[in-house]
């Protein structure tokens, strides 16, 4: 199974199983799991692990046969070879111990001797093979879309895909550029971690956005554990640490992660290992008396815990998402109140989301709380007045997308779908498209017509043909039930 | 929801002109979002990013709770999902005055007027078909329809009994071309299975004679909830809210609540996913004192223990067990167990 251990003919074996291994580890820091900036990465204890010897084009290499790519690009890239916490006193102190352990010897893992070593910089090449990355289908976007002249000549730049919302071109551009193909621009350097973290943040979250979060799951994969070591750096003059990989891809790198492994608690575990960080930050923070960075870590930390309480919806433990919410000061203007009361709308305790934002007055005052009492009457099946709550809050105040929406499914509910119908129709007319309106708006149609189909095409053409925003462009086949 | 059978006059080869379409109603679902901060924003910004747009199930609003994973906006039921004794089958119906596509370049088709369109609505259950009332209500002289017009209709059935249920649609229709007209109708069959979604199990034993020598028993139920999916309930199988567990004495018995759940401050929800089980224990007394006579039947009946429910989204659902009671010929040792 583990065809990544070449350690034959040593005193001790590790046994490691491949699939433990690629897991994010919890983390179990000790003092001697500071990150060592003389030491090179700790994968070179393991030869057999994918990362490269630095700019091996220009090194001379003596492995004597250099360990190729595994075909499983799943379990390669392991930059963080440390081990099970039940192994912490041999994964303390792994640093030193690597040229003694390297079955390769000449591998120029080390940098020459006389060097600076403490300013080798670290080698990101693993990110960069090709074999990460999987070919995204054009195959289920709508003809409307795929021949549109909307569509980016290849040369666009990212930040502009990203501007008019071309999603699904951003993500291949993004790995084009990574590694190195097309006509993008040059490839990063294997030590510009700041910009290839940028570009893989850049092409996952565009492919969540694109409805391919499973393939982001898979491609993942490849960071290994981002609590490992090696994504530590140290401020050689202040001595503090920190973390080379962005908030923003440590956040989603979590829930693609627990995706990837199909293990959502393994989610909850790792957004309080980012908590812990934050605290730690947000502590430093008010010792310096920093009030920016204070400021930033308090809302990543609160982010956090939401975060956590969705995760805990997801596994089905509404009920135990709303205990942690409980423990949680978050937002402002009722924002903790409608999370709660969505919550609880959710499992259909719709007392208890009443019971949100009432608080013993007779009725919602502020505009979330009376969206919930419209909500609430819906989950009661009180169809007719929720129908009037929403036309009220409608006209409170045009445009408000989610209150058009809900009006419009609750006209179904009464028996008027073709004014739900029509609703939904000067909705898009008006430039909308998110994908509930049209997932709305089709499954409407299927019930008009026998041959929905072509209404479904005469949408996408409509929505084809609206002005490229970051609110994304491009549509799948699936939004139109296609 | 599958088989469906056209029935009408058979000389009549002619598609229909107008068609039936249905949706099974279950709740809407608020939709789900997963917010992401702007890629290739500045990472030194001083405050993060507000969420990038397309990251959000709408657009932004100070009504959504972003970061959070649940929002507002409701999506239209994706499926027809399961149906379970208990609870409330609804489904709308809509019958279409579809236009023909023309064929093949040729001359688009005539188009027919459709009037008086009328839909009905049975279902079917193991037992017995009942006619089921529309809602809106409308004028029993029907519709007239207009090319691409519907007719939307609402039903509600109360779900009594497990087995194979079907949904007799029958739609009749007056379709008239320039020269002539004619009176049609189909129908349409709709099969489903509906399941039972909680078993209940209960227990009476003797609790000895009471201060004011009146007999007592304990009831105690076990309810579980056997809405498929895996054991994990990791997303998978029904999630059922528990809303009230009562139970209706008969008259000269009093009851004692023994349970920590419920409505009321300080008490616990109760949540039973797939698989999982709740217990709740009444104490039944009789008002006066004993007389030492035993019931002739050999029977002390109770009453019965009134479950309620949510399903997700707030779908309610409801069930009566049977008579409860117990066996009083030899009290110490009662036990009755019975199976909704």
């Known amino acids: 199974m583990d065809r990544t251990q070449p350690e034959d003919g040593k005193g001790h074996k590790r046994t490691r199983s491949a699939v433990k291994a690629t897991r994010p580890r919890s983390s179990t820091k000790g003092p001697l799991d500071a990150a060592d900036p003389l030491a090179p990465p700790p994968a070179t204890s393991q030869p057999s692990t994918t990362i490269p010897p630095p700019s091996s084009s220009s090194t001379t290499t003596t492995t004597p046969a250099p360990t190729p790519p595994s075909p499983n690009p799943q379990l390669i890239p392991q930059p963080t070879p440390r081990m099970h916490p039940s192994h912490t006193p041999r994964a303390a102190s792994p640093l030193p111990r690597s040229p003694a352990l390297s079955p390769t010897p000449g591998t120029p893992r080390r940098p020459p001797p006389g060097s600076t070593a403490p300013l080798r910089p670290k080698d990101f090449s693993f990110l960069l093979r090709p074999e990460i990355f999987h070919p995204l289908t054009p195959l289920n976007i709508p003809p409307a879309f795929r021949n549109s002249t909307k569509q980016p000549p290849p040369e666009t730049p990212l930040p502009e895909l990203l501007e008019k919302g071309h999603f699904r071109a951003a993500a291949i551009s993004a790995v084009q550029t990574l590694t190195g193909t097309g006509r993008t621009p040059q490839q990063p350097d294997p030590s510009d971690h700041v910009r290839i973290f940028d570009l893989l943040y850049t092409r996952w979250a565009c492919l969540t956005l694109i409805n391919s979060t499973d393939l982001a799951a898979q491609e993942v994969k490849a960071l290994g554990d981002l609590n490992s070591a090696f994504y530590l750096s ?84 509404v009920k135990g998402a709303g205990e942690h919410l409980r423990g949680l000061k978050v937002g402002d203007g009722g924002k903790m109140e409608m999370m709660r009361a969505l919550l609880w709308l959710r499992l259909g305790d719709v007392d208890a989301a009443r019971g949100c934002v009432m608080n013993g007055e007779g009725r919602g005052v502020t505009r979330g709380e009376k969206v919930v009492l419209a909500l609430c009457d819906m989950a009661d099946g009180e169809y007719e007045e929720a129908v009037a709550k929403w036309r009220e809050l409608e006209e409170e105040e045009e445009g408000d997308e989610m209150v058009m929406v809900n009006l419009a499914v609750c006209l179904l509910y009464v028996g008027r779908m073709q004014e739900g119908r029509a609703l939904l129709e000067g909705m898009v007319d008006a430039g909308r498209s998110s994908h509930t309106l049209l997932f709305n708006l089709t499954t409407m149609y299927e019930l008009c017509t026998e041959r929905a189909r072509s209404l479904k095409v005469r949408l996408s053409e409509k929505v084809a043909a609206m002005e490229e925003t970051n609110d994304g462009w491009e549509k799948t086949n699936a939004d139109f039930k296609l | 929801m599958s088989h469906q059978r056209h029935f009408s006059d058979a000389a009549v080869k002619e598609p229909h002109s107008v068609s039936l379409k249905v949706l099974r109603l279950t709740r809407p679902s608020l939709v789900s979002q997963y917010p992401l901060s702007p890629p290739l924003s500045s990472s030194s910004s ?119 249920h079907t949904l007799v649609v029958q739609v009749s229709y007056y379709e008239a071309t320039s020269t002539s007209g004619r009176a049609r109708m189909f129908r349409k069959l709709y099969q489903f299975v509906c399941k039972g979604l909680l078993v209940v199990r209960t227990k009476t034993s003797a ?109 309610r659902g409801s069930l009566a067990t049977g008579r409860l009671g117990t066996r009083v010929l030899r009290p110490r040792e009662g036990g009755a167990v019975s199976k909704v």
Not at chain 1, 258 to 264: E, H, K, P, S, T
Request: with cysteine.
């Open chain 1, 234 to 317: 140290e401020d050689p003059t202040s001595g503090k640490t920190h973390h080379l990989v962005p908030w923003g891809l440590r956040v989603l790198n979590v829930r693609l992660q627990a995706i990837g492994f199909g293990d959502l608690r393994r989610a909850v575990m790792s957004y309080y290992e980012l908590a812990r960080e934050a605290r730690v930050k947000l502590g430093e923070a008010m010792g310096e008396h920093d009030n920016s960075s204070r400021e930033l870590w308090r809302e990543r930390l609160e982010d956090l815990g939401v975060r956590v309480a969705g995760t805990l919806v997801e596994m089905g433990d």
């Open chain 2, 46 to 164: 001083i405050t993060p990013p507000p969420p990038l747009p397309a990251s959000l199930s709408y657009s932004p609003s100070s009504t959504n709770p972003t970061p959070f994973l649940l929002s507002p906006i409701l999506a239209l039921p994706p499926s027809f999902g399961s149906a379970y004794v208990g609870t409330t089958f609804s489904c709308t119906l809509c019958a279409n005055h579809d236009i023909p596509p023309p064929i093949d370049g040729g001359p688009p088709l005539s188009v027919k007027t459709i009037r008086d369109v009328k839909i009905e609505a049975e279902m079917k259950t193991p037992s017995s078909p009942t006619l089921i009332p529309l809602l809106p209500p409308g004028n029993d002289e029907g519709t007239d329809l207009s090319p691409g017009g519907t007719l939307q209709k609402i039903v509600s059935f109360d779900l009594r009994e497990e087995g194979a």
């Open chain 2, 207 to 315: 609790l000895g004679l009471g201060k004011q020598g009146n007999r007592r028993w304990v009831l105690e139920a076990q309810i579980e909830n056997s809405g498929g999916g895996g054991e994990t309930g990791d997303g998978g199988g029904e999630v059922v809210f528990m809303e009230e567990i009562g139970l209706e004495l008969e008259k000269g018995l009093r009851g004692r609540d023994l349970n920590f759940w419920g409505r009321g401050r300080g008490r616990e929800k109760v949540v039973l996913r797939a698989g999982e089980g709740e217990e709740v224990v009444f104490v039944v007394e009789e008002e006066g004192e004993w007389d030492g006579k035993e019931e002739e039947e050999g029977r002390r009946v109770f009453g019965v223990l009134q479950i309620g429910w949510r399903g997700e989204g707030g779908g």
